[in-house]
Structures are given as C-alpha cells and as structure tokens.
C-alpha cells in the first residue's frame, strides 16, 4: 500500500566518518530543487534519509508523500500516482486524487523506483521534464510542481541496459546519487545505536534500569556483517532486551528462526567443532578467545607487513572492525 508520511524528520544517529559525510552530503543536496536517488541496502535507512531531504528543503512546510513501490501491484501503480477519473474503469465510481497531486508543493518518495513498469516511467519522465500530467481515463493536463526523492537497492544502470529502465528517466532522476553506507562500515555507529535501542526497549518493557551491553556482546555486535542493516540490529538488540534476567544483556541471538530441535543442526554444530578445543575447560573461555584474537591479528599484520587495511582485508572485516580488535589488544600485539 501507499503511504503518508507527516511531522518532524527523525534525527539520524551516529558518529563514524563515512556516516557523517554521507549526511553533509544529504544535507548539501537537500536544499537545491532537483531529483535525488538515496541508494542503500534493505535496512539502512533510505526512508529516513528521504524524509530528511524533505525537511531540510525549502519545500518542508509541505506535504511528503510516500509510496512504497514494491507493497503495489504493477496494474494499480498508475493509478495511485498520477489518480484517476470516475468511469475510467470497473469499479471507478468516482474521482480520485493521485499521490503526484496529494503532494503538490512537497515531495513524492518513491520507495523500490526499480520496480515502477516502463509504461509509468514515461508518465513520470513527462512529469519531470515538463510539470505536467493527465489522470487515467482523462485528456485533461494538470500541471505539478513536485520534487521526487527515489529509493532502491538495485543497480539502476543495470536495469536500463536490460531495458527495465529508461535510461532517459534515470538521466532525469540522478541529479545526485546518495550511496547510504551499510551498518558494517559504519564501525563504532553499531554499539551508539544498539545501546540506543536497548535503552528504549527496556522503557517499553518497563524496566527500572537502563540495560548494559557486556563486552562479549559488543564484541559480537562488532564483527557481525549485518546484512539487515539498521533494521536488523534493532530487532536483534530488542529481542536480546526482552529475554534478558537482569539488566546486564550477556548474550544475543542473530537469528531467531535456530531450531534448537532440528538435528540437522545439531550434527552440524558437532561436526564444526573446533578440533583440539576439548580438552581446555568451560572456564577458560576468556583466555582462549583472546590467545585466539592475538594470534590472528598478528598472522594479518605479518601478511600484510604492518598494512592495517590489507590485515583487516584477509581477516574479512572492516577496517574500523579491524582497529576496535587491534585497539583492544594493542598491547600484546607491539
């Protein structure tokens, strides 16, 4: 379905480099009337990036109008945009306003524009090139004064050359093109918004304290990939809330669909056990990890003769993952 979104623009959170200049970015883009594209895995805030467009604009006193492209059929997509006439087909028993007209003056975010079929891309590159439009089952030309934020996390470029885009629209559309960075080079940003989101969750579940990430949690938080983004961390961060004992949130579950019943993962986890780890006590968990931790950061750095970014490369992490682990064992490892 379509959506309206009304009030204040959620205020962005986080500190790293790359999330900070993507927001100079935005905020650069925001105040020059012409089409942007915010490009960014599932997860990672394209709305909010939208919405802050908006507010940021002269158009903010404005409506913003949103419509999620991939929560509509392709058939009913004309219609919800551009409206329609009584009569214009079964079942259009009267007039409707579209969402390019319900955001006169604003701006109109169109959530997954990958998916939008080509015959409404003519309709919407006509509006963009020219301000104006016609309702379904009308010759009557309203004109439009709307600014149009898109959002995907398709390669665009790819789709034109398939002809699945017009490459003509995407010309029109990609004045600037806003790459949100995901969660996983976003370094430090993961713990500020987890322990954010912890400490709403545990308002919401009526707790007395604010809850306390222990620095096992963090540490899994840190070199987990997040291929959820955003979204997943807050899942991920309040489900750990809910479950805790005490205020201290000791562990975490990534994915909640593990069968603790399934055999099959049972075998598996039997079968990838570390070989030679059966003799060192439950206890000393600690210590092995961390003999473990330093004796791999060292291989990396040795491989990569000193080069931070190369060792971080052949660990598979990112580089601000790479120096909170080099960081916490800095001196064992000089």
Not at 107 to 125: A, S
Not at 235 to 257: D, L, M, T, W
Request: net charge negative; charged share 30%; aromatic share 8%.
């Amino acid at each position: 379905m379509a959506e309206e979104r009304s009030g204040y623009m959620q205020a962005p959170l986080g500190e790293s480099e790359v999330f900070l200049n993507f927001q100079q970015a935005l905020s650069r883009a925001a105040t020059v009337n012409r089409s942007v594209l915010v490009v960014g895995e599932r997860g990672s805030g394209k709305e909010i990036a939208a919405s802050r467009l908006h507010y940021l604009s002269p158009r903010w006193q404005n409506r913003l109008v949103t419509v999620n492209c991939a929560a509509l059929p392709p058939s009913l997509i004309e219609t919800e945009l551009f409206g329609y006439e009584a009569g214009a087909f079964t079942g259009a028993t009267k007039t409707r306003k579209g969402r390019f007209e319900e955001a006169e003056g604003g701006t109109l975010f169109l959530d997954e524009i990958g998916l939008i079929p080509l015959e409404v891309q003519e309709k919407i590159l006509r509006v963009v090139e020219y301000g104006t439009f016609e309702r379904v089952g009308s010759s009557k030309t309203h004109e439009a004064d709307v600014r149009i934020v898109g959002a995907t996390n398709a390669d665009l470029p790819t789709l034109c050359e398939q002809g699945k885009f017009k490459e003509d629209l995407l010309d029109r559309l990609s004045f600037e093109v806003l790459f949100l960075p995901p969660l996983r080079e976003r370094g430090e940003d993961i713990i500020l918004l987890a322990e954010f989101f912890a400490a709403k969750m545990s308002m919401e579940c009526g707790h007395l304290e604010l809850p306390v990430l222990s620095d096992e949690v963090k540490r899994q938080l840190l070199e987990y990939q997040w291929p959820g983004n955003v979204r997943e961390l807050k899942n991920v961060v309040e489900r750990a809330v809910y479950r805790a004992e005490g205020k201290r949130i000791v562990s975490i579950q990534f994915n909640p669909f593990e069968n603790p019943f399934s055999t099959t993962e049972i075998q598996q986890t039997q079968q990838n056990a570390p070989v030679g780890f059966d003799g060192i006590p439950l206890s000393e968990y600690d210590r092995t990890k961390r003999d473990v931790d330093i004796a791999f950061l060292k291989r990396a750095l040795e491989e990569g003769q000193g080069n931070q970014k190369e060792a971080a490369k052949a660990l598979d992490l990112s580089y601000d993952q790479f120096r909170g682990l080099y960081r916490k064992y800095k001196d064992a490892l000089t």
